[in-house]
């Protein structure tokens, strides 16, 4: 049975950090790329970083110098540290795979019905 679960989120002041995780099952993590995705209140969900299976990542603009993607196959894991988090990154974050061995969705569009997705943990950044 596949499961993609996704732990770490929390309230964090502005400014603080946090680390995700995404632990998979049920396939091989060393033969998929893995990204991160996140969706804010009454907005769309957007592609946050990725990691290709040969390490390669990618990041959206607003992610860029201040999160960080890396993936442990050994451990099934996946994680996203998220440094200088501000308001504007609170929201569900979820870990999922389109099951290419290739990063496609951050800078683009995509179709989550190609993905597979886990259940998200919510980041909260205030005060």
């Known amino acids: 049975q596949v499961q993609l679960v996704e732990s770490g989120g929390g309230l964090v002041q502005p400014g603080g950090s946090l680390r995700l995780s995404c632990r998979i099952s049920?396939?091989?993590?060393?033969?998929?790329?893995m990204g991160w995705f996140r969706q804010a209140p009454g907005k769309a969900r957007e592609a946050v970083s990725c990691i290709g299976v040969d390490g390669t990542t990618d990041y959206a603009d607003s992610a860029k110098g201040r999160f960080l993607v890396s993936r442990n196959n050994d451990k099934n894991t996946v994680y996203l540290e998220m440094n200088g988090l501000n308001p504007d990154d609170a929201a569900v974050y979820y870990c999922?795979?389109?099951?290419?061995?290739?990063?496609?969705?951050?800078?683009?569009?995509?179709?989550?019905?190609?993905?597979?997705w886990g259940q998200g943990t919510r980041v909260s950044v205030s005060f």
């Open positions: 999922a795979t389109d099951w290419k061995s290739w990063c496609t969705a951050v800078g683009g569009t995509f179709e989550p019905t190609d993905y597979y």
């Open positions: 049920g396939f091989t993590l060393e033969d998929v790329a």
